[in-house]
């Protein structure tokens, strides 16, 4: 492995850092506008003279679904079902572009894939921007749903520039992007849609805030970002020895890495999506209350990976995320007191603060430099699928048979996921030496 110079090193971190803050911020502003959003596209184009919009059909076989439940399910959940339905299909689109994208950065670079990414990722904003249909905004999400590559690229890069000393930490400033992101985007979005400037598009003021800040995410990426590959591929692409394309030495499978990543996601993204029916039936919530209850996860997971998740080895990380969801799911079973909501609040945002990146420095582990970005791609595309498929299915059963047996089945759902990561995930070498270094380093 080439050395890498500590300044270059910290260099790169940092335009990592102010570069997906400024992604996923943009990404989060259209989290809590979905439900008008998308109910200023019904009343405009989903009306009794409608019928031939590409609203009204989607509308016409989601109503369908929905009737074919054993219980009435109110019209207010029908823009909920359309937010699911899209949310599903970005994802889905996801799980095919990452692999792609992650092969793309090994053969042509880091810098090169994400600034490719980075144009689609405009483009899908641009059409929200100008979307007074609804064709048009369903044309932005599924460009930015083939596109997004940002998040894996940044932590393909992540691994390029650190070693198993500190490849956790790494992986962590990643995550905490999530959880600052996750705290702050949500209510600025929220905040600029209030602010009306185009009347063809309520949206359009949030859109260009957007905008600008994915196009100036992409010229500093032009400017500040070098190419990372070949940090760690040049002495053997100069030499061209055979250890070029000499495999990593494999401790956990990558099949298994990515059937958990797949089962987990499944299991907490249903759970996550059906948090604002249940807070809704028991609680009577309004989407402030909820606000603050996605603030407080986002705050809380955030905390928790500046002090925490940096410093734990990468399998205890994943382990420890994974225990909590499971007593979330039980929490939430019988949860009848706002004091309990929070309780499980709190492991939720344990989790989001562990497992995925966890698994993403577990991945990075058990692949060589030349195979890493296609490697992180799958992982992130399994991931997806699940994420696609989970609020579908979760929300299904809990319409169907009600919160107790929905909650129960993901709790069985999650033990089999705490069987593979306690019984079958084994801690690296790299992440065992960065112990052992550790330790001398004290003595």
Known sequence: MAVIDASLRKRVLKVIFVSLLLDLISFTFILPLF????????NSEAGPDSKTT???????GLNAYKSSFSRPIDSRY???????????LFSLLQAIASP??????DKYGRRTALLASMAGNILSVLLW????????????????????????????IATDISDENNRGSTMALIGACFSIAFTF????????SSIGTVAANPFATAAAVSLSLIVTETLYLYVALPETLPLKTEKQHASKTASESAPATRTNSHTLLNTVHFLFLLFFSGMEFSLPFMTYDLFQYTSSNNGRLLGYIGLVASVLQGGVTRRLPPLLTVRLGVGACLVAF????????????????????????????GLNTLASFEASADERGGKLGILRSWGQLGRGLGPVLFTSVYWWAGRELAYTMGSAGLVIVSILVFAGLKAPPGSIRKKVASAKKEL
């Not at 590409?54 to 016409?60: C, E, K, N, S, T």
């Not at 985007?185 to 600029?192: F, M, N, Q, R, S």
């Open 35 to 42: 439900p008008k959003l998308l109910e200023f596209y019904r």
């Open 54 to 60: 590409v609203l009204a059909r989607i509308l016409d």
């Open 78 to 88: 029908d823009i909920v079902l359309l937010g699911g339905a899209l949310g599903s």
């Open 100 to 105: 792609i994208i992650g092969r793309l950065s």
């Open 129 to 156: 921007v100008v979307a007074v249909d609804f064709r048009t905004f369903l044309a932005s999400r599924i460009v930015g749903g083939l596109s997004e590559g940002n998040v894996q690229l940044a932590t393909a």
């Open 185 to 192: 985007g949500p209510a600025l979005g929220a905040y600029l």
């Open 330 to 357: 039980a929490v939430l079973t019988r949860a009848d007191t706002v004091r309990s909501l929070y309780i499980a609040a709190t492991c939720l945002a344990t989790t989001s603060a562990t497992v995925v990146s």
